[in-house]
């Protein structure tokens, strides 16, 4: 546990739990690094098989801690080439801060109450699945600041929903609520409040740790590879991907539990080699 966030594995469900409610879960510089290397550990440890980003308090968050734009701030600088060149690189690494969910090789799954704001839909954004209460709402924040969103949500949003409507976001500063989100297909289900939500993340998360963690993460480079590619692109790195994870010993698993009526039982990921 650090001041940001904690984080619990078990039973192959790793819940990360943002722990600033008294701050709405804003993040502050340090919370980016913090949160990279929770995720990235997830990813190389190979024991966690999905992992659960929730929050604490009324607002999942309500995104970057506004006192990081006050003035004076190193990291803001641009006022010379020089500091240009300082000011892309530490934006590179913030925007690497949320690509490790993009990268893992488990999936991601989002629950959101309340405000998701500014960085937090960055986040949201960035996660395989989003869960949300009925009283959740989606904000580019950013242009209401004077900024154009830089972390992500401009490019990973208008894969998520209709052009217009990211652009109306990302224009205007409104709000998106739960149910229209779902309707558009950012969520994939509302629920009534934040135990009903977590409850809810939890059970797909369970049926998800419960499947072939080879075939999962399959899955998910599969699914990011026809994403970001046209489609005879991602059919050819299916056939080297399907070589490489093609597992006669995990079928044979899964089908003698189904047909035992019993769970399957599937070795982790192994760990990635330290060094590496």
Known sequence: MNDYFRLDVADGIAHLQLNRPERMNTMAPAFFPAFRDAVQALHDGGQ?????????????????????????????????????????????????C??????ARLPVLAAI?????????????????????????????EINLGMAADLGVLQRLPRLLPQGVVRELAYTGERLGAERALALGLVN??????????DHAMAVARTIAAKSPLAIAGSKLALNQAR??????????MTLLQS??????EMAEAIHARQDK?????APLPPIPDGL
């Open 48 to 96: 966690a098989r999905v992992l659960v980003i929730s929050s604490t308090g009324k607002h999942f968050s309500a995104g970057m801690a506004l006192d990081t734009f006050a003035g004076g701030s190193p990291m803001l600088d641009t006022g010379s080439a020089r500091a240009r060149f300082a000011f892309q690189d530490a934006l590179r690494r913030l925007m690497a």
């Open 98 to 103: 949320f690509d490790v969910l993009d990268r």
């Open 113 to 141: 109450q309340g405000g998701c704001i500014g960085g937090a839909l960055d986040l949201a954004a960035a996660c395989d699945l989003r869960y949300c209460s009925a009283d959740a709402f989606f904000c580019i924040q």
């Open 189 to 198: 289900a509302v629920l009534p409040d934040i135990d009903a939500l977590v």
């Open 228 to 237: 970001d590619h046209g489609t005879a692109a991602a059919l050819e790195q």
């Open 244 to 249: 490489a994870i093609f597992d006669a010993g």
């Open 262 to 266: 019993r769970e399957p039982s599937f």
